[in-house]
């Protein structure tokens, strides 16, 4: 009796804390290069929007467009001035048309963030293909002209000149609603900038 007493206590206060169990976090890249091990498990991450294909090849999948609209995204924690994690997309995520989750890519816009929890339904082709289940959009995104001004600031820091750089990194933070990650990296850049030329 004392044992299931004290089990009860046990349960009350974990569900008071307000601890939810829920499909681990994980990175997108993280999700593409360890693919196997994340077969018909159920994940959560953030993303950026790429494009939306007009179509593809389904293979043996699931995934025909009749069925699923598709995406491709860079995981949140690539940063995109970075031109080799620009040029890599995940290029097979997917929404069940007719769904919630289809209703909510209403009026996409490439960069847009997107909060996810999705299911890798199969590996093919080298990529995880994933099934998104549940969207929720964020209101912070990188803008194109973050990502053009902090690409010119690397070249000139790359060149020394790090007065015309600091310049291009304060253009790249101008818009308020900047990834809190990626105002970090921009601030770092802009301390390089005053660091090196002290």
Sequence with gaps: MRALLTALVL?????SDGVEEGPPEIELTTLRTERGRWLGREVRFTLQVDSEPEGWNPWLTRFSAAHYRGLSAWGDEQLLW?????ADPAPRLFVRRGTEADRSLRNLRRYDRLRVRAVVREVFLDE???ELVEIERLTERIEEGTI?????AIELLED?????????????????RLPEHVARELTRLRELCR???D
């Design 148 to 152: 053009l001004h902090a690409v010119r």
């Design 160 to 176: 020394g000149r790090l007065i015309l750089a600091a310049g291009e990194l304060d253009r790249a933070a101008t818009p308020r």
């Design 195 to 197: 660091t090196e030329s």
């Design 82 to 86: 970075d031109e080799r994690a620009h």
């Design 11 to 15: 349960a009350g206060s974990l569900a």
């Design 128 to 130: 995880p293909w994933i």
